[in-house]
């Protein structure tokens, strides 16, 4: 079955630290995303992909990079993490090249900076 | 960037009632519209779509989408203490690479 799958789980570090959340997908699916989810602000976009060696600015980029090293692997990098980015963080894929074509989601990570 | 919000933001239904959710978006020229489903510690589930105006049922989901009044509702028939989860509409932007989520309602059906 298509996959998302996300790692860690879950991840605490200490502001200033460095941080790597890793999403691999076996969907075949050219796009890959990374949002995070905040109570009173939902899923919102980081960074996106469309393919290895491509990413895209999302709507709230600010201390976050993203890099895309396969069609399968993305990864979400904080070089130093803050607590503001405590949040709970989503990865998922989708086939653009089809209309209509939907998200498959990763079980997220949930990070803390204290 | 799209402007995406629903209500209610929370909703209590007797099982076997109809819930009823809300959505209203920004931009009326956008692609097909989602209903997604999230359960406690899960990533959200595609639930349901919708492109032209009117409504589209599947099973227990009924949707019906309005593009002039740039709104979108998501109708839970005969529901179930399952259905309990966070809903979340989904708007694509025109070039239909990236979505753009509501905050979402919170359902919760009691027995």
């Known amino acids: 079955e298509a996959a998302v799958t996300q790692s860690p789980r879950n991840k605490v570090t200490v502001t200033g630290g460095n941080v790597t959340l890793s999403c691999r997908q076996t969907n075949s699916h050219n796009y890959m995303y990374w949002y995070r989810q905040d109570t009173g602000h939902g899923l919102r976009l980081i960074h996106y992909?469309?393919?290895?060696?491509?990413?895209q600015i999302g709507d709230v980029p600010d201390g976050y990079k993203a890099t895309r090293t396969t069609q399968e692997d993305f990864f979400l990098l904080l070089e130093l993490a803050s607590p503001s980015q405590t949040s709970l963080y989503f990865c998922?894929?989708?086939?653009?090249?089809?209309?209509?074509?939907?998200?498959?989601f990763g079980s997220g990570t949930r990070l803390l900076v204290i | 960037q799209e402007k995406v919000q629903q209500s209610p933001e929370s909703l209590i239904v007797p099982e076997g009632a109809m819930s009823s959710l809300n959505c209203t978006f920004s931009n009326s020229a956008s692609q097909s519209i989602w209903w997604y489903q999230q359960h406690p510690g899960k990533g959200p589930e595609a639930l349901i779509?919708?492109?032209?105006?009117g409504n589209k049922k599947e099973g227990r989901l009924t949707v019906y989408l309005n593009r002039a009044s740039l709104h979108v509702s998501l109708h839970i028939r005969d529901s179930q203490p399952s259905d309990s989860a966070v809903y979340l509409c989904a708007v694509p932007n025109s070039a239909g690479n990236k979505l753009t989520f509501g905050i979402g309602t919170r359902v919760l059906v009691r027995p």
């Open positions: 992909s469309y393919g290895a060696g491509n990413l």
């Open positions: 998922a894929s989708s086939d653009a090249r089809q209309t209509n074509s939907d998200y498959t």
């Open positions: 779509s919708i492109f032209s105006n």
